[in-house]
C-alpha cells in the first residue's frame, strides 16, 4: 500500500540490502556511511508485524531481504553478529540487542520457511555462544561485544559492562533460548 511506498522513499540500502540512511520528521541528519544493527532490527520489527497483520507476503519478503544483508555482512567469521561500524557510545552498545528482540518477531512467524528460520536461528545460537564465551566477565557480566574481549574497567567506553550492555545480552539470550539454541 501506500505506506510502503513512502517507507521506500525515505530509506536508502546498499546492493545487501541493509539500511543505511533513513530520514523523516524526527531525524535531522542524514546518515550515508555506516549500516547499524539498530536500523535493521527496527524495520524488521515493522516489516514482521505488518506481515503477521496482513500475511502480505511483500512484508516478509522485505525482511527477508534485509536479513539476507546482516547474515552476510555484519557477522564475524565465527557467526557472531558484529557492528560493522564499532560501538562508540552507549547506544550503540544496545544496538544488537534491540536487532535480536525485533528478529524474534520475525521468527514467531508460522510462515517463514524452515531453512530461512535455521538460518536466522543459526545467527542468534553463533552470536549467544560467543557471547557466553567471549564476552563474560568472572562477576558474569556482559559486555557491549559479543565476540570479546570484554574489559570491564572501561567506564564509558564501548566495552563497558553497564546497564545497555546486559540488556542487549538478556535479548539475546532470551530470544536464543525461544529457540532452542545449544549454548555450550
Not at 83 to 105: A, P, S, T, V, W
Not at 151 to 164: L, S
Request: overall charge neutral; charged content about 15%.
Amino acid at each position: 500500500g501506500i505506506q510502503l511506498q513512502i517507507f521506500k522513499g525515505c530509506v536508502s540500502a546498499n546492493s545487501f540490502n541493509l539500511l543505511y540512511k533513513m530520514f523523516g520528521i524526527f531525524d535531522y541528519e542524514l546518515h550515508t556511511e555506516t549500516t547499524w544493527t539498530y536500523n535493521q532490527g527496527v524495520i524488521i520489527g515493522a516489516l514482521a508485524t505488518l506481515y503477521n497483520s496482513t500475511k502480505d507476503g511483500k512484508y516478509l519478503d522485505m525482511a527477508v531481504k534485509i536479513l539476507d544483508g546482516v547474515v552476510a555482512l555484519m557477522r564475524n567469521t565465527n557467526g557472531c553478529l558484529l557492528e560493522i561500524g564499532g560501538i562508540h557510545n552507549r547506544d550503540g552498545q544496545g544496538f544488537k540487542g534491540i536487532f535480536i528482540q525485533h528478529l524474534g518477531l520475525l521468527l514467531d512467524s508460522d510462515d517463514i520457511s524452515m531453512a530461512l528460520r535455521e538460518k536466522y536461528i543459526q545467527l542468534v545460537c553463533q552470536s549467544a555462544t560467543s557471547l557466553l564465551s567471549n564476552a563474560k566477565t568472572p562477576g558474569g557480566k556482559f559486555g557491549a561485544q559479543w565476540q570479546g574481549p570484554v574489559n570491564a574497567t572501561d567506564g564509558d567506553k564501548a566495552t563497558n559492562t553497564g546497564m545497555v550492555p546486559q540488556y542487549s545480552a538478556l535479548m539475546l539470550l532470551t530470544i536464543a533460548g525461544a529457540n532452542n539454541c545449544s549454548l555450550s
